[in-house]
């Protein structure tokens, strides 16, 4: 089977580098056509850095694709170099896609923007890819014959990384309306995974069938991340910059927005009765024209000012319904909020765009100020 084993390696390798070189050229365009929108705003940066990293996590596979090719060459695919080496691009994969998965919008809260469960989550990662070596080392002699325990450790980290896809490239393509991609990237990694088992348990081991698995959930993988790409490209194209929007308070209850790229000119909302929304959209703009560079945010969650992340969306959904935009036209939460890690979220709008009136500042900035004084008495 020495052929069907060359076979893939070689279609695995040209596949992979042609993927990784599209992803990059990709990451390219990005950012040469949309550098202004970057350099505004730090939290545009993720989708051009997320996007590196799955090109980098695609380029590992070619690598270790070539290392095989010449470990089975040199008849050394067996042996501890060559699981040390198998070992390191399985960790640098998954590291890279734990960086990229930490970009993305929709990833799981644990791991996007939150620097710290990354560093844990990457010492976990290290910690498996030396146990893999351990186990090679303890069990190549004394294993099972039904189970190679020296493959358990990168089962681990693949299945555990495999999972944490599915939960991302679901939610993304769901929330953006890719109903049938969404379905195909959770079949497609599941594949993935399950390909790895014979690794593991020898019985299932059926080196044409594994392969053959292997090919088409790489090679589908990758065109979902090439779909994932064209869809941030999109995105940046339609997301507003933050120097063309405007935000006046004018009174309690109404706002004028402007955002161009959205055909929002001068529009008037009148929040009328739903006075949640309209407090906190307040709070954000107060934070945003008056705080430091450092305290522009508001905490949402975690026992935070603002409770949960719903109330912003909910004072989007209520400002296209109110203004009753078109489907095409409707803002999304990112048009005005930026997320900047751990729960923290500010307005897009730039302070000197912003505009409050003072009477309404002075009445509101009491009131919070009786309530705090309220509270710390009772």
Do not use: C
Request: proline share 2%.
């Amino acid at each position: 089977m020495a052929r069907v084993e060359q076979f893939y390696l070689l279609s695995h390798i040209f596949i992979s580098l042609i993927g990784a070189i599209l992803l990059l050229a990709t990451w390219y365009n990005i950012r040469v056509r949309f550098n202004k929108i970057l350099k505004e705003d730090e939290l545009q940066q993720r989708v051009d850095k997320g996007l590196a990293y799955l090109s980098a996590a695609v380029f590992i596979w070619v690598f270790s694709g070539t290392w095989g090719l010449l470990a089975i060459d040199g008849r050394m695919e067996n042996s501890m170099l060559s699981h040390a080496v198998n070992s390191f691009f399985s960790t640098l994969n998954s590291f890279f896609l734990l960086l990229s998965l930490f970009f993305l919008d929709d990833s799981p809260g644990f791991i996007h923007k939150n620097t710290k469960n990354i560093k844990l989550l990457s010492i976990g990662i290290l910690i498996l890819s030396a146990m893999s070596i351990l186990f090679f080392k303890w069990f190549e002699t004394s294993g099972s014959v039904s189970i190679q325990y020296q493959f358990i450790p990168d089962l681990v980290l693949s299945v555990f990384t495999s999972l944490l896809l599915i939960v991302s490239l679901y939610r993304v393509f769901i929330r953006r309306g890719f109903r049938l991609i969404a379905y195909i990237s959770v079949v497609t990694v599941l594949v993935m995974m399950y390909s790895q088992l014979p690794e593991v348990f020898t019985v299932m081991h059926d080196i044409f069938a594994s392969s053959l698995m292997k090919i088409i959930a790489k090679t589908s993988l990758i065109s979902i991340f090439l779909v994932l790409a064209t869809n941030w490209v999109i995105q940046l194209a339609s997301t507003p910059k933050s120097s063309e929007m405007t935000l006046k308070v004018s009174d309690w209850s109404l706002i004028v927005l402007s955002v161009p790229s959205k055909g929002i000119y001068d529009e008037q909302i009148d929040f009328e009765s739903k006075t949640t929304q309209f407090k906190n959209l307040l709070k954000f703009a107060i934070r945003r024209k008056f705080g430091d560079t450092n305290d522009q945010y508001i905490e949402v969650g975690n026992q935070g000012e603002i409770a949960s992340q719903t109330y912003l969306t909910r004072i989007i959904e209520n400002i296209n319904a109110i203004a009753n935009r078109d489907q095409e036209d409707q803002l999304e939460r990112k048009d005005l909020f930026t997320f900047v890690g751990q729960g923290k979220y500010r307005l897009r709008v730039l302070p000197e765009n912003i505009t409050i009136d003072k009477a309404l500042l002075n009445e509101f900035t009491n009131d919070i100020e009786q309530l705090s004084y309220k509270s710390v008495v009772g």
